[in-house]
Structures are given as structure tokens and as C-alpha cells.
């Protein structure tokens, strides 16, 4: 066995996607926008309140996705930070994976608001 392999043998890899606490909407002080949209569209079809629902819960998601991401950086900052930090500490962030399923499914959730917003402009 390598000097490198027993090293990684000892490892432990700790999963380090955790979400911080963000808030999962809009900037305090304002309200919903969707919710603003909607209001603006009271006379419109239901089909626009459909598309502003999905469009709000793939905001959200996005918005989720985006916490995990945080966290995970937010992670690595603390760890890098610490004035005790041990090789075993920084293979662990490397090795855990990070959030790269979320950054996966970012790419398709901002996909779909980009989608939903073109349809929402498109029925201004």
C-alpha cells in the first residue's frame, strides 16, 4: 500500500452538502413577485396562473438548489479558515462529492424558469 492510499484509507468522507439557513425567497422587503405578476393578470386566462405556478415552485427550487450550494461553500470556508486545519479536514470536502447533484439540477431548474418567464413575457 502507497503512502497516498493509507492516507486516503484514513480518510473519512464525510458528506459536506448541507443547506444553510438563507431564506428560500425573495429579498425581505418585498413581497412575492409571482404573487405581484398574478395580481397584474387577474384578467388573464388560467393558463397564465398555471405557468406562474410553476414558475414560483421552480424559483423555489432554484432557490434550494442554491442553499445547498451556499452551504457547501460556506463549508469549505470554515474548514480553510480554521487555524487547525488537517489534511484529513480539506480530502474530506474533496472527496464527499459536494453538491454536485444540485449543481446538476440547478442547470434544469433555471432552464425552466428561463422557459416559464419567456411564456409569461409572451403573454404581457
Not at 40 to 55: I, N, P, Q, S
Not at 62 to 69: G, I, P, Q
Not at 76 to 98: S, Y
Not at 114 to 120: D, E, L, S
Amino acid at each position: 500500500m502507497t503512502a497516498k492510499a493509507g492516507l486516503l484509507g484514513r480518510v473519512e468522507v464525510v458528506s459536506a452538502v448541507q443547506p444553510v439557513r438563507t431564506p428560500a425567497g425573495p429579498p425581505a422587503g418585498h413581497g412575492d413577485p409571482v404573487e405581484a405578476l398574478r395580481r397584474r393578470l387577474a384578467g388573464k386566462t388560467a393558463r397564465e396562473h398555471v405557468v406562474l405556478d410553476f414558475l414560483g415552485d421552480d424559483l423555489r427550487e432554484a432557490r434550494e438548489a442554491l442553499s445547498v450550494v451556499q452551504g457547501y461553500l460556506g463549508r469549505i470556508d470554515e474548514v480553510l479558515a480554521d487555524r487547525e486545519v488537517t489534511q484529513q479536514k480539506l480530502l474530506a470536502l474533496a472527496l464527499g462529492g459536494g453538491p454536485v447533484a444540485q449543481l446538476d439540477y440547478l442547470a434544469e431548474v433555471l432552464a425552466n424558469v428561463r422557459r416559464r418567464v419567456a411564456q409569461v413575457a409572451a403573454r404581457l
